[in-house]
């Protein structure tokens, strides 16, 4: 079993930035595929970033893509998302997501691990 704890959520200003840390319990995290997925009021979860398991491929959003960077570091058991550039419209809880079994990519449905979120709130 492995839980997830994003953390670094807050009120910032359109054009601001915020890096959001995501940190996970278990022994197996740096196998697995993670992602961050932000969803809005009244609105589905949408994809944001994902990255595999070594670090080496990730992919963005388009909305997201050149504001936003995934990282992470597997000594620390830690998944990032630097947001920079905000806009209002990125307003959303954001929640990070693992995927053991390394399928990977867009859809939520295959990560089988989730946080509870931490709230991103961008003001014009």
């Known amino acids: 079993q492995v839980q997830l704890v994003e953390s670094g959520g807050g009120l910032v200003q359109a054009g601001g930035s915020l890096r959001l840390s995501c940190v996970a319990s278990g022994r197996s995290f740096s196998g697995y595929n993670m992602g961050w997925f932000r969803q809005a009021p009244g609105k589905e979860r949408e994809f944001v970033a994902a990255?595999?398991?070594?670090?080496?491929?990730?992919n963005y959003a388009d909305s997201v893509k050149g504001r936003f960077t995934i990282s992470r570091d597997n000594a620390k058991n830690t998944v990032y998302l630097h947001m920079n550039s905000l806009k209002p419209e990125d307003t959303a809880v954001y929640h990070c997501?693992?995927?053991?079994?390394?399928?990977?990519?867009?859809?939520?449905?295959?990560?089988?691990?989730w946080g509870q979120g931490t709230q991103v709130t961008v003001s014009s």
């Open positions: 990255i595999n398991w070594s670090g080496g491929s990730t």
């Open positions: 997501a693992g995927d053991p079994l390394r399928v990977g990519g867009t859809r939520a449905y295959v990560y089988a691990y």
